[in-house]
């Protein structure tokens, strides 16, 4: 049974950080790209960030780049974001992702290409 599980979620300051871990069991993690999506109250679920199996290629929303860093540790199967100079619009459900199809070198922003998702962490950040 694949699990994700998300931590380091909470309430900051606007210009603070945060640091999410998603966890993956029950999968082949370092064959997998993996995304982080978020989604506010009322709206649309959000591309984040991306990374490839190896870590070596990464992409980001144009939201958060600059300000986000995506990085992972395939010996703890385990995927981060380390979220710095967080703005109130930054508010949301942040949820981690794996895709659907192993060593992938596309990194994918649509939802529809990932398959198995975390129960999501609550970032809230005042203002």
């Known amino acids: 049974q694949v699990q994700l599980v998300e931590s380091g979620g909470g309430l900051v300051q606007a210009g603070g950080s945060l640091r999410l871990s998603c966890a993956a069991s029950g999968l082949a993690f370092s064959v997998y790209n993996m995304g982080w999506f978020r989604q506010a109250p009322g709206k649309e679920r959000e591309f984040v960030a991306a990374?490839?199996?190896?870590?070596?290629?990464?992409y980001y929303a144009d939201s958060v780049k600059g300000r986000f860093t995506i990085s992972r540790d395939n010996a703890k199967n385990t995927v981060y974001l380390q979220m710095n100079s967080l703005k109130p619009e930054d508010t949301a459900v942040y949820y981690c992702a794996s895709d659907t199809v192993p060593f992938k070198l596309k990194l994918e922003t649509s939802p529809l290409k990932y398959d198995y998702w975390g129960q999501g962490t609550q970032v809230t950040v005042s203002s």
């Open positions: 990374i490839t199996y190896s870590g070596l290629n990464k």
